[in-house]
């Protein structure tokens, strides 16, 4: 079964100060890895697509990095407008049109000024 | 204008009425999916359709149906609500290009069954 944990549940830090939250998963078929924020009673907003261990986006603040078994989202220089729960999720693919894509439960940032 | 809408947006229902969630799109994107998020349980699949003529069941399909109406039109139906049911649902769409299939969220419902 897939399955994707994401680390910690919940991170409080101080505006300026950088940290990095984990996604770990296991499996099969993993054709991508998404990470999504979501600020509270709205949908969740596309941030990146990492296909391939070794592979880094950026996007601000943000950096996202993926290897065979995790991925990291690390947050530079954090600002309370960061504040939000980031989800990761992957997409694994067992033929034909079968795409799935698993979510973590998620990583509920805030960020104090 | 926003490319993924969901109406209503807040719904406060009793046990045992039948409610509808819909959903439209203007990305042209052919794939449209139902999810429900609950506090710790995170995002789950309802159903999700790859064309007009393509419709599967997710990880929780029981006590919901659906109709793509449209290419840029899914609707979800609770054919007689349950208090359980009381959750934020979200509808997302993508496209069929190769690689991973970004799926892009829109703002949500809130149903609440009493």
């Known amino acids: 079964e897939d399955q994707v944990t994401q680390s910690p549940e919940a991170l409080r830090l101080q505006e300026g100060e950088s940290s990095s939250l984990n996604c770990s998963y296991t499996?099969?078929?993993?054709?991508?890895l998404f990470w999504y924020r979501q600020d509270p009673g709205k949908g969740p907003e596309f941030l990146f697509t990492?296909?391939?261990a070794g592979e880094e986006k950026e996007k601000e603040r943000l950096k996202a990095t993926l290897t065979k078994k995790e991925s990291f989202l690390h947050i530079t220089a954090p600002k309370p407008e960061d504040s939000a729960t980031y989800l990761c999720?992957?997409?694994?693919?067992?033929?034909?049109?079968?795409?799935?894509?698993?979510f973590g439960k998620g990583t509920l940032l805030t960020v104090n000024p | 204008d926003a490319d993924v809408t969901q109406t209503p947006r807040n719904r406060i229902t009793k046990t045992g009425k039948r409610i509808m969630l819909e959903c439209s799109q203007t990305k042209g994107h052919d794939r449209m999916y139902w999810y429900r998020q609950d506090p710790g349980l995170g995002l789950r699949l309802i159903y999700y359709s790859f064309d007009v003529k393509d419709i599967n069941k997710g990880e929780i399909s029981d006590g919901y149906s659906v109709s793509r109406q449209a290419q840029a039109k899914f609707s979800l139906s609770l054919e007689s609500a349950i208090p359980n049911q009381t959750a934020l649902y979200f509808c997302a769409t993508s496209n069929n290009a190769g690689g991973a299939h970004t799926q892009y969220f829109g703002p949500g419902t809130r149903l609440t069954v009493l």
């Open positions: 990492l296909y391939s």
């Open positions: 999720a992957v997409q694994t693919y067992s033929g034909g049109s079968n795409y799935k894509l698993t």
């Open positions: 499996v099969s078929g993993l054709r991508g």
